[in-house]
């Protein structure tokens, strides 16, 4: 297993912008990809972005496309989030997809952004 501890959630103003850590430890050697997930309140958790490991190809939801940059810098990753919306207003949260066919199976403990107008 891979564990996952987010960081830098907070408060901010429509268009701001803040940038989500999430550092990995334990089981990264055979991590396949990382990304990360959001979810509003009574909402389903829905993918925002993600990162594959060999390549460093990315993916991002449509919502997020030329707002948010996912990054990783050995096994930290980043979400970098610009051009804030209310509907960006969610708890974030870290995965990890192994190399053992279990998909999305490490998750953080998530990581609460609010933006106001």
């Known amino acids: 297993q891979v564990q996952l501890a987010e960081s830098g959630g907070g408060l901010v103003q429509t268009g701001g912008s803040l940038k989500l850590s999430c550092a990995a430890s334990?089981?990264?050697?055979?991590?396949?990809?990382m990304g990360w997930f959001r979810q509003a309140p009574g909402q389903e958790r829905e993918f925002v972005a993600e990162?594959?490991?060999?390549?460093?190809s990315t993916n991002y939801a449509e919502s997020v496309k030329g707002r948010f940059t996912i990054s990783r810098d050995k096994n930290t990753l980043y979400l970098h989030m610009n051009s804030l919306k209310p509907e960006d207003t969610a708890v974030y949260y870290c995965a990890a997809a192994l190399y053992d066919g279990n998909g999305w199976g490490s998750w953080g403990q998530g990581t609460q952004v609010t933006v106001f107008s």
């Open positions: 334990g089981r990264t050697f055979i991590t396949y990809k």
């Open positions: 990162l594959t490991y060999s390549g460093g």
